[in-house]
């Protein structure tokens, strides 16, 4: 069936450096990607998304590209700030229409000053 | 729009008593999924409705659980009899088909304790 394995964390980093959290998928068709966001406390956000393969799906700094031919949607930003600590979850809608979406564990992202 | 709106945000039971949860999605939303989230078995799909239709119930993990949806603006997960090993964050989530590329609003959650 649909999976997505997302790289364990906790990813700790210092403000302003360099950040991956990968994320591979294995699924039928050609599903839709998902980053979502849950900050402390609070219910889970849509960060970015992309649709087809080759699509860069971008938001405040963060961006991931859906790469078909190596199964993934890494998610990246160039700078991090405290304010980005969170748990990020990789997702992607599920095969049979029904709008279902197959979440990963999620990564658990600290930034410190 | 208010968002995804669930009540009560807090819960604290006693292990044997019925929780009911509440459940408001957005407007014109014809999908609405419930979630249960645990740092054992992270983010689990309980349930989900389509035209307040039960699609697929097949996370429900036992017959205490039950959800309904009697209209298009409310649905309830219900606990009965609570146990200690249901205390999670329940999250209820909507979505429209055909518009936002199955993008699903997340409500705030309700955090479950049973004692």
């Known amino acids: 069936g649909d999976s997505v394995t997302q790289m364990e964390g906790p990813v700790t980093l210092s403000e302003e450096a360099f950040l991956t959290i990968n994320c591979t998928y294995t699924?039928?068709?050609?599903?839709?990607l998902f980053w979502y966001v849950q900050y402390p406390g609070e219910g889970l956000q849509l960060l970015l998304k992309a649709t087809k393969a080759d699509d860069k799906g971008s938001n405040k700094g963060f961006e991931a590209t859906y790469r078909k031919e190596t199964t993934s949607f890494h998610l990246e930003k160039g700078s991090v700030q405290v304010s980005d600590s969170a748990v990020y979850f990789c997702a992607l809608s599920g095969s049979g229409g029904y709008n279902k979406l197959i979440f990963g564990a999620g990564t658990r992202l600290a930034v410190h000053p | 729009d208010a968002g995804v709106i669930q009540s009560p945000r807090h819960e604290v039971t006693e292990m044997g008593q019925e929780v009911t949860l509440r459940c408001k999605p957005i407007?014109?939303?014809?999908?609405l999924f419930w979630y249960r989230q645990t740092m054992m078995r992270g983010l689990e799909l309980l349930i989900y409705?389509?035209?307040?239709?039960?699609?697929?119930d097949s996370g429900m993990p036992e017959d205490r659980f039950s959800a309904k949806m009697p209209n298009a603006s409310f649905s309830t997960l219900k606990i009965q009899p609570s146990e200690p090993r249901d205390s999670a964050v329940y999250f209820c989530?909507?979505?429209?088909?055909?518009?936002?590329?199955?993008?699903?609003?997340f409500g705030p959650g309700t955090r479950l304790l049973v004692l």
């Open positions: 409705f389509n035209n307040n239709v039960p699609i697929d």
């Open positions: 407007s014109g939303h014809d999908y």
């Open positions: 699924a039928t068709g050609y599903p839709s």
């Open positions: 989530a909507s979505s429209l088909v055909g518009q936002s590329q199955e993008t699903q609003y």
